[in-house]
């Protein structure tokens, strides 16, 4: 208290440059400081300004605009952290709210792209008993900053750079997007765009028609009523942080906080270790950055509990002896499966080097010789007695994961074992003409020392030319040249009459051309391909950034590593090769790749990292190390780079040999690595192949770039599969629709990574042991695939056919255009010599009746019957 006849009240200006009104003769206490009143400057250190509020006497701390540039008085404007329980940023003018950043909800603002933390800029909420505020610093002591709120009402984002620009630039404007207009998307409404609102999960708008009509205000409601018996059902929480959290939020997550019962209650279910997130009740800044993954999938429990259509919790799965010889299958593979691993590469090698040795001219003369015995071979099958026609080759050897049982039932076999050899590397023409059974290691071998490589080379090295083509084969660098098969420029097809012809994009076969890719060889055999070459250089230069966020924002920022806007194809920021890596729904690290030279690399600073070698760490662990240490930088040997996944088989190694990545694993029995995927399919037996199907996850989606962010949540959501592989790929807008074929006018929406004449896609990788598996609950694999599929074809996707399928005829034909594959296979013999491509890719071991009526379909051209989407 005051005793004004003792007070002699002093006005003084201190050093710090803050007006204080003081008692005189004592410096003690200050009565009123002009800092407290910012006018219309916020700066980053917290004692010169705050927006926020003193808690002893309620004093609230804002910035408010000038009249006008000219005129200081306070103007129509202010900003301001709205109120202590709820704590958002909101723009004012007079009492009307305008746009609002947040809530704050224990650490961040939910919902501002551009109110988050990063390298230069940390933004904080500071509470402790005294105060609460926000404040943001600035990391890098060369730049000043300074956020204005404009007479306008723009709340700008200024920095002075000492040493570069001396003067003030303007970097951001917070209130720009849509979602930042206050309730833009009303109660419990996620704001994405202006045209975009979603409910919270567990709600459903409230007027479906407003809702219909893109008025959003209104918001939704509760599809259930909830019954706040306990604190899981009373906890709503939805952590977001690009989406805009609703306006009336259904918890008071900041009573959480701060209430130490309510931290008991929500402590106790959620798992120890997943609750550590920074709920103290002691006075405590709370950073605004990205909390750790533990937290975050509290969060996310949190978040499932407010849906109540879907089951919290799935029940246990009693282990059986499956899951132990799964586990201890290890056993296997270091004494069986490695070393003939070893000893038949050793062969394979040697096989290549024999075949090197011939002249390409010798080479061609054998080739030649064996398409007159496949020709043969194929006139000597009786129709109404032999099956369908199918290559010899052992579904075992193959590297895909379907079952392959049109193999085991009855089937005509065209043995193309000696399709092994590459006929000749065109340097003049840029191609590789390669028999189907070349496969990946051996291409890259003999054409990486010329400096050239295929355009797309698959990673695993025993992926053949054959299988690729016929089904599907992608790598990094498929954002610039499409799909392997995109890369082929001519076909030397056998067809069903015997008859040899070379199919090219505009001779009389181009049908057949186009026709080829994905369909598994049921239009003729392929006896060699004429492939696309591309001039490289010796190293990788390949940059890992770490990303976080939730998925929607790592998908953001993988389409951000290398997807330019529509049509801009000289962008010089494109890179050779991309990929991502997410390693769980929070953190993922995106990876650009530029060739380099060897004296480029060799420069003095650089790091080479020849990641090949047996002791090194597998690549998926080595990328995953950015996420500690910060983004880096280092050049690989080409071709080191190209074959990267094939020593952990992406990440299924892990499960495989489950230390085979510790330290002295690597450096005693590395050079044993990589399990050989056909010896392990040879040796894994009918129930531990049953268990990959039912327990496991191996599927690729192929979505439209667009849509990878939706894929993400969708995948997290049913499988919690991670890692997961992102690799971007062009599909093409081609002459006629092929089985896969881009959106229709997707030229029109102009989209990132798009061009005129190719849609960009995305490969989501989703291989691994499904969250619910690890945690021993029940997993329907066949369940999740097939609604895995079905996600596929209402996003327009596709599901490349190595993987297990669960599609019934009709929806596959939905997934797939038939119209030109259905074309061919009648104009070029195909029916009743050649399987269907959905016989082939269809699960179930094929009875002879099912033979049977599988041929009498193929006359009956099956998809002659699908019915149209809806
Ligand atoms: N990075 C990538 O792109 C990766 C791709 N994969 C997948 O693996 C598969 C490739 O495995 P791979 O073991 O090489 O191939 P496969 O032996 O599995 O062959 C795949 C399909 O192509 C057909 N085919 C192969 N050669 C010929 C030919 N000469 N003439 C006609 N048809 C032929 C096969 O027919 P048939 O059944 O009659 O033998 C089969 O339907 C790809 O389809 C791909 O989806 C896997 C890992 C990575
Ligand atoms: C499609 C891609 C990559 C896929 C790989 C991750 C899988 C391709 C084939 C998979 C496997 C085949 C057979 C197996 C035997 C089982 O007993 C164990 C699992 C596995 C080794 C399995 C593992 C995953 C694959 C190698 C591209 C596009 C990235």
């Given at each position: 208290m005051i005793h004004l006849e003792s007070f002699t009240p002093v006005l003084q200006l201190l050093d710090s440059g803050n007006l204080v009104i003081r008692e005189d003769g004592r410096n003690t206490t200050i009565f009123w400081e002009s800092f407290d009143f910012p006018a219309d400057t916020l700066l980053p250190d917290s004692k010169l300004s705050k927006l926020?509020?003193?808690?002893?006497?309620?004093?609230?701390?804002?910035?408010?605009?000038?009249?006008?540039?000219?005129?200081?008085?306070?103007?129509?404007?202010?900003?301001?952290?709205?109120?202590?329980?709820?704590?958002?940023?909101?723009?004012r003018s007079g009492s009307r709210k305008l746009f609002r950043w947040g809530p704050f909800d224990g650490i961040r603002f939910s919902g501002s792209s551009t109110l988050t933390a990063n390298p230069l800029l940390q933004t904080m909420f500071v509470y402790n008993f005294k105060e609460l505020y926000f404040k943001y610093e600035i990391l890098d002591e060369s730049v000043l900053?300074?956020?204005?709120?404009?007479?306008?009402?723009?709340?700008?984002?200024?920095?002075?750079?000492?040493?570069?620009?001396?003067?003030?630039?303007?970097?951001?404007?917070?209130?720009?997007?849509?979602?930042?207009?206050?309730?833009?998307?009303?109660?419990?409404?996620?704001?994405?765009?202006?045209?975009?609102?979603?409910?919270?999960?567990?709600?459903?708008?409230?007027?479906?028609?407003?809702?219909?009509?893109?008025?959003?205000?209104?918001?939704?409601?509760?599809?259930h009523e909830l019954s706040c018996e306990n604190i899981k059902d009373c906890v709503d929480f939805y952590y977001e942080s690009r989406e805009k959290r609703p306006t009336i939020f259904p918890i008071k997550i900041l009573s959480i906080i701060f209430s130490k019962v309510a931290l008991a209650s929500l402590t106790a279910f959620c798992s120890e270790k997943a609750l550590q997130i920074p709920i103290r009740?002691?006075?405590?800044?709370?950073?605004?950055?990205?909390?750790?993954?533990?937290?975050?999938?509290?969060?996310?429990?949190?978040?499932?509990?407010?849906?109540?259509e879907a089951p919290l919790v799935r029940p246990k799965r009693k282990k059986v002896w499956v899951d132990y010889f799964v586990q201890f299958r290890w056993i296997i593979v270091i004494f069986v499966v490695l070393p003939i691993s070893f000893t038949l590469y050793f062969l394979t090698y040697l096989g290549d080097v024999r075949s090197e040795w011939k002249s390409y001219k010798q080479r061609q003369k054998e080739h030649e010789e064996n398409v007159k015995k496949v020709q043969k071979r194929l006139k000597e099958r009786n129709p109404s007695k032999d099956g369908l026609v199918c290559t010899a080759r052992k579904p075992w050897i193959a590297v895909g994961m379907r079952n392959v049982d049109y193999k085991r039932a009855r089937h005509f076999e065209v043995d193309l074992s000696a399709f092994r050899n590459i006929l000749e590397i065109d340097q003049e023409r840029m191609i590789a003409k390669c028999?189907?059974?070349?496969?990946?290691?051996?291409?890259?071998?003999?054409?990486?020392?010329?400096?050239?490589?295929?355009?797309?080379?698959?990673?695993?090295?025993?992926?053949?030319?054959?299988?690729?083509?016929?089904?599907?084969?992608?790598?990094?660098?498929?954002?610039?040249?499409?799909?392997?098969?995109?890369?082929?420029?001519?076909?030397?097809?056998?067809?069903?009459?015997?008859?040899?012809?070379?199919?090219?994009?505009?001779?009389?076969?181009?049908?057949?051309?186009?026709?080829?890719?994905?369909?598994?060889?049921?239009?003729?055999?392929?006896?060699s391909a004429e492939i696309k070459l591309i001039p490289i250089k010796e190293y990788m230069k390949l940059t890992y950034k770490p990303v976080r966020g939730n998925v929607r924002d790592l998908a953001q920022a993988y389409i951000d590593s290398f997807a330019p806007d529509f049509d801009d194809e000289n962008n010089e920021k494109v890179p050779d090769f991309v990929e991502t890596m997410i390693y769980n729904p929070h953190e993922g690290v995106c990876m650009t790749g530029k060739y380099a030279s060897k004296e480029e690399?060799?420069?003095?600073?650089?790091?080479?990292?020849?990641?090949?070698?047996?002791?090194?760490?597998?690549?998926?662990?080595?990328?995953?190390?950015?996420?500690?240490?910060?983004?880096?930088?280092?050049?690989?040997?080409?071709?080191?780079?190209?074959?990267?996944?094939?020593?952990?088989?992406?990440?299924?190694?892990?499960?495989?040999?489950?230390?085979?990545?510790?330290?002295?694993?690597?450096?005693?029995?590395?050079?044993?690595?990589?399990?050989?995927?056909?010896?392990?399919?040879?040796?894994?037996?009918?129930?531990?192949?049953?268990?990959?199907?039912?327990?496991?996850?191996?599927?690729?989606?192929?979505?439209?770039?667009?849509?990878?962010?939706?894929?993400?949540?969708?995948?997290?959501?049913?499988?919690?599969?991670?890692?997961?592989?992102?690799?971007?790929?062009?599909?093409?807008?081609?002459?006629?629709?092929?089985?896969?074929?881009?959106?229709?006018?997707?030229?029109?929406?102009?989209?990132?990574?798009?061009?005129?004449?190719?849609?960009?896609?995305?490969?989501?990788?989703?291989?691994?042991?499904?969250?619910?598996?690890?945690?021993?609950?029940?997993?329907?694999?066949?369940?999740?695939?097939?609604?895995?599929?079905?996600?596929?074809?209402?996003?327009?996707?596709?599901?490349?056919?190595?993987?297990?399928?669960?599609?019934?005829?009709?929806?596959?034909?939905?997934?797939?255009?038939?119209?030109?594959?259905?074309?061919?296979?009648?104009?070029?013999?195909?029916?009743?010599?050649?399987?269907?491509?959905?016989?082939?890719?269809?699960?179930?071991?094929?009875?002879?009746?099912?033979?049977?009526?599988?041929?009498?379909?193929?006359?009956?051209?099956?998809?002659?019957?699908?019915?149209?989407?809806?």
């Amino acid at each position: 208290m005051i005793h004004l006849e003792s007070f002699t009240p002093v006005l003084q200006l201190l050093d710090s440059g803050n007006l204080v009104i003081r008692e005189d003769g004592r410096n003690t206490t200050i009565f009123w400081e002009s800092f407290d009143f910012p006018a219309d400057t916020l700066l980053p250190d917290s004692k010169l300004s705050k927006l926020g509020w003193k808690l002893d006497d309620g004093m609230q701390m804002f910035i408010r605009s000038w009249k006008s540039i000219e005129n200081p008085s306070e103007g129509e404007y202010g900003f301001s952290l709205d109120p202590p329980e709820a704590p958002q940023l909101v723009l004012r003018s007079g009492s009307r709210k305008l746009f609002r950043w947040g809530p704050f909800d224990g650490i961040r603002f939910s919902g501002s792209s551009t109110l988050t933390a990063n390298p230069l800029l940390q933004t904080m909420f500071v509470y402790n008993f005294k105060e609460l505020y926000f404040k943001y610093e600035i990391l890098d002591e060369s730049v000043l900053s300074r956020i204005v709120i404009s007479p306008m009402g723009s709340v700008q984002y200024f920095t002075w750079r000492v040493n570069i620009s001396r003067e003030w630039n303007l970097v951001v404007t917070f209130n720009s997007g849509p979602c930042d207009n206050y309730a833009n998307c009303g109660n419990y409404g996620i704001c994405y765009s202006l045209s975009s609102c979603k409910c919270l999960s567990g709600f459903t708008p409230d007027s479906p028609r407003d809702w219909g009509l893109f008025s959003y205000s209104g918001g939704c409601r509760r599809k259930h009523e909830l019954s706040c018996e306990n604190i899981k059902d009373c906890v709503d929480f939805y952590y977001e942080s690009r989406e805009k959290r609703p306006t009336i939020f259904p918890i008071k997550i900041l009573s959480i906080i701060f209430s130490k019962v309510a931290l008991a209650s929500l402590t106790a279910f959620c798992s120890e270790k997943a609750l550590q997130i920074p709920i103290r009740s002691d006075p405590f800044p709370l950073p605004i950055s990205p909390p750790s993954s533990s937290t975050f999938s509290c969060y996310r429990n949190l978040q499932k509990m407010a849906d109540l259509e879907a089951p919290l919790v799935r029940p246990k799965r009693k282990k059986v002896w499956v899951d132990y010889f799964v586990q201890f299958r290890w056993i296997i593979v270091i004494f069986v499966v490695l070393p003939i691993s070893f000893t038949l590469y050793f062969l394979t090698y040697l096989g290549d080097v024999r075949s090197e040795w011939k002249s390409y001219k010798q080479r061609q003369k054998e080739h030649e010789e064996n398409v007159k015995k496949v020709q043969k071979r194929l006139k000597e099958r009786n129709p109404s007695k032999d099956g369908l026609v199918c290559t010899a080759r052992k579904p075992w050897i193959a590297v895909g994961m379907r079952n392959v049982d049109y193999k085991r039932a009855r089937h005509f076999e065209v043995d193309l074992s000696a399709f092994r050899n590459i006929l000749e590397i065109d340097q003049e023409r840029m191609i590789a003409k390669c028999e189907p059974l070349v496969n990946m290691g051996q291409i890259t071998r003999a054409s990486v020392p010329m400096n050239l490589a295929l355009a797309v080379v698959a990673e695993l090295d025993d992926l053949t030319v054959g299988g690729l083509i016929n089904g599907y084969g992608i790598e990094g660098s498929s954002h610039l040249y499409g799909l392997f098969s995109d890369t082929v420029v001519a076909y030397e097809i056998v067809l069903a009459d015997g008859q040899v012809v070379r199919a090219t994009k505009d001779n009389e076969y181009s049908d057949l051309f186009y026709a080829i890719p994905w369909s598994q060889g049921t239009l003729g055999l392929l006896m060699s391909a004429e492939i696309k070459l591309i001039p490289i250089k010796e190293y990788m230069k390949l940059t890992y950034k770490p990303v976080r966020g939730n998925v929607r924002d790592l998908a953001q920022a993988y389409i951000d590593s290398f997807a330019p806007d529509f049509d801009d194809e000289n962008n010089e920021k494109v890179p050779d090769f991309v990929e991502t890596m997410i390693y769980n729904p929070h953190e993922g690290v995106c990876m650009t790749g530029k060739y380099a030279s060897k004296e480029e690399a060799k420069m003095k600073g650089n790091k080479i990292n020849s990641v090949g070698w047996w002791f090194k760490p597998w690549f998926y662990q080595h990328a995953e190390t950015a996420l500690k240490k910060g983004e880096f930088v280092e050049y690989i040997p080409t071709r080191e780079y190209y074959h990267r996944h094939t020593r952990c088989l992406y990440w299924e190694g892990k499960l495989i040999l489950p230390f085979g990545d510790q330290w002295w694993f690597r450096f005693l029995f590395g050079w044993l690595m990589p399990p050989k995927v056909s010896l392990l399919k040879a040796t894994q037996g009918e129930a531990i192949r049953n268990y990959y199907h039912e327990m496991h996850v191996i599927q690729d989606m192929l979505v439209p770039l667009y849509k990878v962010p939706d894929a993400l949540e969708w995948v997290d959501r049913e499988m919690e599969i991670y890692p997961l592989w992102l690799c971007p790929h062009r599909l093409y807008k081609l002459p006629c629709k092929t089985m896969i074929y881009p959106e229709e006018g997707f030229e029109q929406e102009r989209r990132q990574g798009d061009t005129s004449y190719a849609q960009m896609y995305t490969d989501v990788g989703v291989y691994y042991t499904p969250g619910p598996v690890f945690r021993g609950e029940v997993f329907d694999g066949a369940d999740a695939v097939r609604r895995l599929e079905t996600w596929l074809i209402e996003n327009h996707g596709f599901q490349p056919q190595y993987a297990v399928s669960e599609l019934d005829e009709k929806k596959f034909w939905r997934m797939f255009d038939a119209g030109l594959y259905e074309k061919c296979r009648n104009k070029y013999g195909a029916v009743g010599t050649f399987m269907s491509v959905y016989y082939k890719s269809k699960k179930g071991r094929k009875t002879e009746k099912e033979v049977q009526e599988a041929e009498k379909a193929q006359v009956d051209t099956p998809y002659a019957e699908v019915d149209q989407p809806e």
